[in-house]
């Protein structure tokens, strides 16, 4: 019973970490969110990883409690995505403001310090 228990545990840890885990990013939203003079940030995750989990949850959260920002996440193994912004890592987390990027960290996950990253942005 025990084991039930412990294999059950695992199911809704691993399908509450995987739900977060979509693909949003496209070029043409991405270029609007940019030429409508939105801060825009852009993570990258990869199905396995945790810290992309907790990282995309901070941002989703971000964007309701932030105005003028659109956030976009990406799976790290799409190559297109990947390498139009010299991405390599997964938990990787760029913020654009007025066509540039202004900051890149990779495994970032703590909410006060992304949040403190966003304010000096806006």
Avoid: P
């Avoid at 695992?10 to 939105?38: H, M, P, R, Y």
């Avoid at 790290?76 to 540039?100: G, H, P």
Wanted: charged share 25%.
């Amino acid at each position: 019973m025990k084991k039930f228990f412990i294999f059950i545990s695992c199911l809704f840890v691993f399908n509450s970490i995987s739900l977060a885990k979509e693909t949003t990013f496209k070029k043409e939203l991405f270029d609007k969110a940019q030429a409508d003079g939105k801060v825009v940030i852009v993570s990258s995750w990869i199905n396995y990883c945790t810290s992309c989990a907790s990282q995309m949850k901070i941002l989703d959260k971000a964007k309701n409690d932030f105005d003028n920002i659109e956030y976009f996440k990406f799976d790290v193994t799409i190559e297109e995505i990947a390498q139009m912004f010299d991405v390599q890592y997964q938990t990787t987390l760029l913020i654009f403001k007025n066509n540039e990027e202004v900051h890149r960290s990779i495994g970032q996950i703590e909410k006060d310090k992304i949040y403190s990253i966003i304010e000096s942005v806006l």
